[in-house]
């Protein structure tokens, strides 16, 4: 903080908003971002491997595997976005405690559970009672990571499902007729091919994604939803140097600014990647590069 910031009463204008825009509360909103930004980084390439996973089970020649994977995308993508973000929390952190119940306490002779409360030994809980705070912090981004990578994972399955039956069937017949097995088909063949096909929908999954990151507030992660609400609510002198009003429409103008720019940046990236897939693919955007080139 800013050296003239000792005494508040005393304070220009813009000396007081520099400030308080510089408070130890507000650099939990900055560092919020971030958490953003990490989730999404994360969180993305997990859900592509769930969802490649979940896709090419879905297509398999062995039946339970076949009927694991189309089950897969056919139960989530048929539930609330919002039911899976509040029962996968839970239920991944009962099953996580559970586990290690199994495994620290296999002389527990009572039942974990007792009426409603799912009841473990100490040292089984995630995390431990008198662990530090951020590794609390970091169990529930985990949790919420793997919660968002098991959701959107699905949505992205039933893209890659899709791109997979858009690849002309005559390309794998003619690879398997120069000899390819299936394995060297289906790695060499189908899968680079896919991507022209799958793009579009994945385009439309990563901005869906970016809109979801506020359901971290839901799962009790501090993100830039909970500071922007905990920031802009009014404030008295009572409990801050810096009292003022209720200003949380202008923080949430602020996150409507962030993610239509974050939108807009992710469209422009997006839409080079298309354009670069696509070129010399026998699509229709293949073909109007080549129109707009001759």
Same mark, same amino acid.
């Given at each position: 903080?800013?050296?003239?910031?000792?005494?508040?009463? %005393?304070?220009? %204008?813009?000396?007081?908003?520099?400030?308080?825009?510089?408070?130890?509360?507000?650099?939990?909103?900055?560092?919020?971002?971030?958490?953003?930004?990490?989730?999404?980084?994360?969180?993305?390439?997990?859900?592509?491997?769930?969802?490649?996973? @979940?896709?090419?089970?879905?297509?398999?020649?062995?039946?339970?595997?076949?009927?694991?994977?189309?089950?897969?995308?056919?139960?989530?993508?048929?539930?609330?976005?919002?039911?899976?973000?509040?029962?996968?929390?839970?239920?991944?952190?009962?099953?996580?405690?559970?586990?290690?119940?199994?495994?620290?306490?296999?002389?527990? %002779?009572?039942?974990?559970?007792?009426?409603?409360?799912?009841?473990?030994?100490?040292?089984?809980?995630?995390?431990?009672?008198?662990?530090?705070?951020?590794?609390?912090?970091?169990? @529930?981004?985990?949790?919420?990571?793997?919660?968002?990578?098991?959701?959107?994972?699905?949505?992205?399955?039933?893209?890659?499902?899709?791109?997979?039956?858009?690849?002309?069937?005559?390309?794998?017949?003619?690879?398997?007729?120069?000899?390819?097995?299936?394995?060297?088909?289906?790695?060499?063949?189908?899968?680079?091919?896919?991507?022209?096909?799958?793009?579009?929908?994945?385009?439309?999954?990563?901005?869906?994604?970016?809109?979801? %990151?506020?359901?971290?507030?839901?799962?009790?992660?501090?993100?830039?939803?909970?500071?922007?609400?905990?920031?802009?609510?009014?404030?008295?002198?009572?409990?801050?140097?810096?009292?003022?009003?209720?200003?949380?429409?202008?923080?949430?103008?602020?996150?409507?600014?962030?993610?239509?720019?974050?939108?807009?940046?992710?469209?422009?990236?997006?839409?080079?990647?298309?354009?670069?897939?696509?070129?010399?693919?026998?699509?229709?955007?293949?073909?109007?590069?080549?129109?707009?080139?001759?």
């Amino acid at each position: 903080m800013f050296s003239f910031c000792t005494d508040p009463d %005393t304070l220009g %204008t813009f000396q007081w908003f520099a400030c308080y825009l510089t408070t130890g509360k507000h650099m939990g909103l900055y560092w919020s971002f971030g958490t953003v930004l990490l989730l999404l980084a994360i969180t993305a390439p997990t859900a592509l491997a769930f969802g490649f996973g @979940g896709a090419s089970a879905a297509r398999s020649r062995i039946a339970p595997l076949r009927l694991f994977g189309k089950g897969y995308i056919a139960i989530v993508r048929g539930v609330p976005d919002i039911a899976f973000f509040l029962f996968f929390v839970l239920a991944l952190d009962i099953f996580f405690e559970w586990i290690r119940h199994e495994i620290k306490c296999p002389d527990w %002779t009572d039942s974990i559970w007792q009426g409603n409360d799912f009841v473990v030994c100490d040292v089984a809980k995630l995390p431990m009672n008198n662990a530090p705070q951020w590794i609390h912090e970091t169990y @529930g981004f985990f949790l919420a990571v793997l919660t968002f990578a098991i959701v959107f994972g699905a949505f992205a399955a039933n893209v890659l499902y899709g791109a997979m039956r858009a690849v002309p069937h005559n390309q794998l017949e003619t690879a398997e007729a120069y000899g390819m097995s299936r394995r060297q088909v289906y790695w060499r063949i189908l899968v680079p091919q896919m991507w022209v096909f799958a793009l579009p929908g994945l385009s439309n999954l990563w901005l869906v994604l970016i809109k979801a %990151t506020p359901l971290l507030f839901l799962l009790g992660v501090e993100d830039i939803v909970y500071w922007a609400r905990e920031l802009g609510g009014s404030k008295t002198p009572r409990f801050t140097d810096y009292p003022h009003g209720d200003w949380r429409v202008w923080y949430f103008l602020g996150l409507l600014i962030f993610y239509l720019a974050f939108t807009r940046v992710s469209e422009i990236v997006l839409d080079k990647v298309m354009r670069k897939l696509t070129h010399g693919q026998a699509t229709m955007a293949g073909e109007a590069q080549r129109k707009a080139a001759a």
